[in-house]
């Protein structure tokens, strides 16, 4: 049984930096992305990271500022957040799917989501 459990969220001002953590029991050698959703906005593809080569997908909006990394060992997978701005306010998910995924930054590639956690950027 695969479940996910975000953590890590909070209240930062902008230009801070905050550490999402997703732990992933069951979810061994999946495929893992972060999304956000904030309120009145579509669900939004942030990063991904592959199961089979490590490879890590990111989308524009956050390229340069956000990482995504995982420790196997520990079924961890992190996003890394810095130079956060107001915009990024969002409920944040890690979602893990065991297919082979195409489109990484799509949601309807993973089958398991975590229940989020409150990113909130404010001065």
């Known amino acids: 049984q695969v479940q996910l459990v975000e953590s890590g969220g909070g209240l930062v001002q902008p230009g801070g930096s905050l550490r999402l953590s997703c732990a992933a029991s069951?979810?061994?050698?999946?495929?893992m992305g972060w999304f956000r959703q904030a309120p009145g906005k579509e669900r939004e593809g942030l990063s991904a990271i592959s199961s089979f080569d490590g490879s890590t997908y990111y989308a524009d909006s956050v390229k340069g500022r956000f990482t995504i990394s995982r420790d196997n060992a520990k079924n961890i997978v992190y996003l890394q957040m810095n130079s956060l701005k107001p915009e990024d306010t969002a409920l944040y998910y890690c979602?893990?799917?065991?297919?082979?995924?195409?489109?990484?930054?799509?949601?309807?590639?993973?089958?398991?989501w975590g229940q989020g956690t409150q990113v909130t950027v404010s001065s």
């Open positions: 069951g979810a061994d050698y999946y495929a």
């Open positions: 979602a893990a799917s065991p297919w082979a995924v195409v489109a990484f930054l799509k949601g309807s590639e993973y089958d398991y």
